[in-house]
């Protein structure tokens, strides 16, 4: 795991600023705190920090080739690269170290860009080819190593964060365009992100670029369609799962330093737990964190998996103080808003982690894989719904229930109003307007423009990926989480786990498991209001009974309450503000009601005012240039 950044100028005849290279690669010092590279040839400049975990003596990069024909930069860990180097050798390449860097590029050097369908891992990496002037970007196939890009009149940038680029740029500028699509789902899918003019590479595609041939973007992998199997029983299902799903850990394993495990007491890191435990000789390391308040601690769950594994186990619990203390700093180090509340425990268990290993291993995925998410359960039975009723329900009757819901408990309420009896027919709205945490109507409220909302649909990249292919509409829905949801929650993962310099992997994601998984179909995953009942049925034989059969929490962070209470200043000064309030993004009147209805318990506002908050952070210490130390702990 790695820092990596460049620069290349699109006129060949001039030559890069090492020192300007330099700064680019020292803001990812986190990322890399065991050594650092530097390579420069005139118009091309490579910069890398180490994090390092395979080949700890040798492996330093920038790297080159034997005749120094072609240079990389690279990031993340290529689990089949011992496999692949006895073919190379045999084709004449001479290796000079044990890393898996090494066999990317003489992979490389036998297929050109299509040595990316050749490997096995977690993957984000530069190389420039200097017999043909060319530079390839590639990104592996799920998204899980980020990387990003900007591409000015005289250069191309590229690095794994964004600041980064930011630090070989002028002032950065906010791209309001998308702030309806954070408003809506908390994060930005597709190419773009909050900076104008900086773009990601999308998971499963290389980025070609000559000064003959100019800029091209290939996709070289894409997620199956699941198909039906003639009616395999559920028996047989988890049989093969459990098989693939065992390859998968054990090829995550390979390192030469210590590693552990991230272990939340649910069912996809209980599980990791045990079949890592069974694959090595020395009791595994795992880590749990945790709340004072019981509605988000599952510690009890992740001691009683730990005893399962003979784990050596450690926790963390982080206090409300802490937890705000720490949050400007993440802003920094996420580059955006921080979407999710989660992500604060996940550095300070990331922190825990690195006073012990530098690698650990994470259940991510397998939610998206296996419809562990309770949207999936409220989808499926939207669909028994209306299959009584035909395709459409008849306007009066949803009406009618609209009317209704409002009678209802709190806790039947949320429930029926998300049925496609209170709500209008089809994906857009079911699914996608259904969880926003500011829908359409929120949004045409809050947003002092809100003809932003007519410039682009905030779910037009889910409801892209949506009409990929074909299935089920749980089918459908999964491969979209896959390709959206699932590739914001890794930068989360990598991001939050970086800065406390600590490499994270993730077996679920392992490709041919993916392929698999996505083929199995929705029926076999959701029985009932059963979710993941294939893996369940897989890891039966392992996870204790207690957490196989217990309902998922999704780590909950009290946010809600916490700004309610204590700390109501935050939403005082980051919110309602007269540093937010200019920004004139939002009309000021729905901001005081939304806070004043949350704080009075009239309405459960957290999540939003959590979203707000955040985007006043990020705008101070980026737009603004502020020090997040400067940035006061409790306002």
């Given at each position: ?520 179909p929705a029926r076999v995953k959701l029985r009932g209001w059963r979710t993941k009942a294939v893996l369940r049925a897989a890891l039966a034989d392992c996870v204790p009974r207690t957490i196989l059969t217990r309902r998922k929490m999704g780590f909950p962070v009290p946010v809600g309450r916490w700004l309610r209470a204590e700390f109501w200043p935050i939403v005082e000064e980051f919110v309602l503000g007269p540093r937010a309030l200019a920004r004139g993004l939002f009309r000021p009147a729905a901001l005081r009601r939304l806070a004043e209805e949350h704080r009075a318990g009239a ?33």
């Amino acid at each position: 795991m790695c820092g990596i950044v460049g620069i290349v100028n699109l006129d060949p005849r001039e030559t890069v600023d090492e020192a300007l290279l330099k700064r680019m690669r020292d803001v990812l010092r986190h990322r890399g705190p065991d050594g650092e590279g530097l390579w420069a040839e005139g118009p091309v400049g490579f910069g890398h920090r180490r994090l390092a975990i395979v080949d700890v003596s040798g492996g330093q990069q920038p790297m080159a080739n034997e005749d120094e024909s072609c240079w990389i930069v690279y990031n993340g860990e290529i689990y089949n690269h011992a496999a692949l180097r006895p073919g190379l050798e045999a084709r004449g390449h001479h290796y000079r170290t044990r890393s898996d860097t090494e066999t990317i590029i003489h992979l490389y050097e036998e297929e050109q860009e299509r040595c990316v369908e050749r490997l096995r891992g977690m993957f984000a990496f530069a190389l420039w080819d200097r017999a043909r002037k060319r530079l390839l970007l590639a990104r592996d196939r799920l998204g899980i190593k980020p990387l990003y890009y900007a591409v000015t009149r005289r250069e191309l940038l590229f690095a794994s964060e964004i600041k980064a680029i930011l630090a070989a740029s002028p002032r950065p500028a906010f791209n309001e365009t998308i702030l309806p699509e954070f408003l809506a789902n908390r994060f930005v899918a597709g190419e773009e992100t909050f900076f104008q003019g900086v773009r990601k590479l999308l998971p499963g595609r290389t980025l070609t670029w000559s000064a003959d041939a100019g800029f091209e973007t290939r996709r070289y992998w894409q997620l199956p369609v699941a198909t039906e199997d003639g009616g395999a029983d559920l028996g047989a299902h988890a049989r093969e799962l459990r098989s693939r799903l065992d390859a998968a850990v054990s090829s995550h394993l390979m390192s030469d330093v210590p590693l552990g495990l991230f272990l939340s007491g649910g069912l996809d890191s209980s599980g990791l737990a045990v079949l890592m435990a069974r694959m090595v000789k020395e009791p595994i390391r795992t880590f749990a964190v945790g709340f004072a308040e019981r509605e988000a601690n599952e510690l009890g769950y992740a001691r009683l998996a730990a005893r399962a594994a003979g784990a050596e186990h450690r926790e963390v619990v982080v206090s409300p103080a802490e937890f705000f203390e720490v949050l400007p700093r993440l802003v920094w180090h996420e580059d955006e808003p921080i979407a999710h509340a989660s992500s604060v425990p996940l550095y300070f268990v990331s922190r825990l982690a690195r006073e012990h290993v530098k690698v650990v291993l994470t259940g991510e995925g397998s939610d998206e894989l296996f419809l562990g998410y309770n949207w999936y359960r409220v989808t499926a039975w939207n669909d028994r719904i209306a299959s009584v009723y035909g395709a459409v329900v008849p306007p009066a009757i949803r009406q009618t229930v609209a009317a209704l819901t409002g009678r209802l408990p709190a806790a039947a309420r949320r429930y029926a109003e998300r049925t496609v009896l209170a709500l209008p027919p089809g994906v857009r709205a079911l699914f996608y307007e259904n969880f926003a945490v500011f829908s359409d109507a929120r949004q045409q409220a809050l947003l002092a423009n809100p003809e932003w909302l007519t410039l682009r649909d905030p779910y037009a990249e889910g409801l892209r990926c949506y009409a990929e292919g074909g299935g089920s509409p749980l089918d459908r829905m999964s491969r979209a989480d896959v390709q959206t949801y699932l590739v914001e929650l890794l930068m989360k993962q990598d991001q939050m786990s970086m800065a406390a310099s600590v490499e994270s992997r993730v077996p679920f994601l392992d490709h041919e498991l993916v392929e698999h998984a996505l083929g199995i179909p929705a029926r076999v995953k959701l029985r009932g209001w059963r979710t993941k009942a294939v893996l369940r049925a897989a890891l039966a034989d392992c996870v204790p009974r207690t957490i196989l059969t217990r309902r998922k929490m999704g780590f909950p962070v009290p946010v809600g309450r916490w700004l309610r209470a204590e700390f109501w200043p935050i939403v005082e000064e980051f919110v309602l503000g007269p540093r937010a309030l200019a920004r004139g993004l939002f009309r000021p009147a729905a901001l005081r009601r939304l806070a004043e209805e949350h704080r009075a318990g009239a309405e459960r506002h957290g999540d939003r005012l959590w979203l707000l908050a955040n985007l006043e952070i990020w705008q101070r210490i980026f737009l603004d240039g502020e020090d997040p130390a400067d940035i006061e702990r409790r306002p």
